[in-house]
């Protein structure tokens, strides 16, 4: 029934402008350098659309929150919900000059235990960094004085000499193009995340909510990531 009455939707909707509220999720930073510009995009070309955007770096449950779509940026384990990939980005690790003349760089994973790193913590528990050896995806646990979940924190601290940092590429980009960090291990990196829009299992999205969607694959698809 559900599907019956998606169907009509969709087909009045073919017959009228986009109208209606998107209630879409995505992770904060993302949803601020990213989504927030498709939406303004999005909104532009469809005048009658509303839009309410919910950042959260939680794992979002869409009928809980009450979302019609949400972006996530991982491997999907299996589940009910459907997706569509958008793109993917790259992990990577880094460290600033002054750390490599003092310390120098590591030319293999298992170099890290010898030098200072900006532990990543999440649920109170820090997490090792994945790495591609041997064709094979390796965890390499990895120590260090400061540790945070904040990739803005693990920059910063980058940028003082601290240590060496891994974060999604699109976070550092700025740093690493005026030059105050560069990247290391690029050789090890695994395989690229994706991204993904995901909605309901037992709903096709909407036409409004579809065309958003087509809006924000194609402006990652523009995007350095």
Not at 43 to 61: A, F, G, I, T, Y
Not at 202 to 213: E, G
Request: hydrophobic share 45%.
């Amino acid at each position: 029934m559900a599907d019956i009455a998606d169907a009509k939707q969709e087909a009045a909707n073919k017959r009228a402008d986009l109208s209606g509220v998107i209630r879409i999720g995505a992770p904060v930073q993302f949803a601020a350098v990213h989504v927030a510009p498709a939406i303004c995009d999005f909104m532009k070309r469809h005048p009658q659309v509303e839009v309410e955007l919910k950042p959260s770096d939680r794992d979002v449950n869409l009928i809980d929150d009450d979302l019609d779509v949400a972006v996530r940026i991982r491997h999907l384990a299996d589940s009910t919900l459907k997706a569509r990939r958008l793109g993917e980005l790259r992990v990577v690790a880094f460290g600033a000059p002054a750390y490599f003349a003092g310390n120098g760089r590591p030319r293999h994973p298992c170099d890290l235990t010898r030098h200072e790193c900006v532990v990543r913590v999440a649920d109170g528990h820090p997490e090792p960094w994945p790495f591609r050896i041997g064709r094979q995806r390796r965890l390499v646990r990895v120590n260090g004085r400061f540790r945070t979940d904040s990739v803005a924190a693990t920059a910063a601290v980058v940028l003082g000499g601290l240590g060496l940092g891994l974060a999604p590429l699109w976070q550092i980009r700025s740093l690493l193009d005026q030059g105050l960090i560069e990247l290391v291990l690029e050789e090890f990196e695994v395989s690229k995340l994706p991204i993904h829009a995901v909605f309901r299992p037992t709903r096709m999205p909407v036409a409004k909510t579809r065309a958003f969607i087509d809006v924000l694959a194609d402006r990652l698809r523009n995007e350095r990531l």
